[in-house]
């Protein structure tokens, strides 16, 4: 979930963000100010629901996509200027990313994939109660890396962000008993890993995510969900 601001901007500039440090801290407090006009301190309160199955989905896309997942970990945190202590989790894989100038869209896509699999999860089996702040810091990484894929495309970014985006909803939601069984671990263990995470992750798919046809009623559903949350961080239906 949400590492300290300074190191997610950090993090966004070197992969290439025309933005200032400024730009991005203005910009994601922007996003976060929304998110508590529209859901108010719900917006914050990070579950250990919410981080189980976020860092589930964080396994079972790169799973998808031929990586291996290392381990996954949930833990109480208390976050900065927060009054109550939250959950928050972590996942490690055994294949580093990185985008640059140099790397190709399609590897940028896989990276976005994996960058934006533990928000699409929780959009997915949060339903409701999605507290509407959470993974901020990835959403706006994902941003920048599809700026990036646009780039080196001629495409447009938002047009990629959605391509990308739906096809990993689309995964899950076909392989939803995965992400539900590790998720069910970690609601009652802080750290799932080695062989006994490797017989809960799918095989690896043999196409590429490119290449992955999806059914027209699924990705028309879930092109509904994301306008669905657009239009509660937009504050519409208040």
């Known amino acids: 979930m949400s590492a300290p601001a300074q190191v997610i901007l950090n993090t966004v500039t070197t992969i290439g963000t025309t933005e200032s440090i400024a730009e991005l801290g203005a910009r994601q407090r922007d996003l976060l100010a929304?998110?508590?006009a529209a859901q108010g301190d719900k917006a914050f309160a990070f579950t250990r629901r919410a981080a189980a199955h976020h860092e589930a989905g964080h396994a079972v896309v790169p799973a998808l996509d031929g990586i291996l997942t290392k381990y996954c970990k949930v833990k109480r945190k208390r976050l900065p200027g927060a009054d109550t202590v939250s959950w928050i989790g972590f996942t490690d894989t055994?294949?580093?990313?990185?985008?640059?100038?140099?790397?190709?869209p399609e590897n940028d896509a896989r990276n976005m994939r994996r960058i934006v699999a533990g928000w699409a999860s929780e959009i997915l089996f949060e339903g409701d109660d999605?507290?509407?702040?959470?993974?901020?810091?990835?959403a706006m990484i994902a941003g920048n890396i599809a700026a990036w894929?646009?780039?080196k495309l001629g495409e447009d970014p938002q047009a990629v962000f959605r391509?990308?985006?739906?096809?990993?909803l689309a995964d899950l939601t076909i392989h939803e008993r995965y992400v539900r069984a590790i998720a069910a671990v970690l609601m009652r263990e802080r750290m799932l890993r080695g062989p006994r995470l490797y017989r809960l992750l799918p095989p690896a798919l043999s196409a590429p995510?490119?290449?992955r046809a999806y059914p027209a009623p699924l990705l028309s559903k879930l092109d509904d969900t994301m306008a669905a949350l657009a239009a509660r961080l937009n504050g519409v239906g208040k």
């Open 163 to 168: 391509v990308v985006m739906l096809g990993v």
């Open 94 to 104: 055994d294949v580093p990313w990185s985008v640059t100038p140099d790397t190709s």
């Open 149 to 151: 894929i646009g780039h």
């Open 34 to 36: 929304r998110a508590h």
């Open 209 to 211: 995510p490119a290449e």
């Open 130 to 138: 999605l507290s509407l702040a959470s993974s901020v810091d990835e």
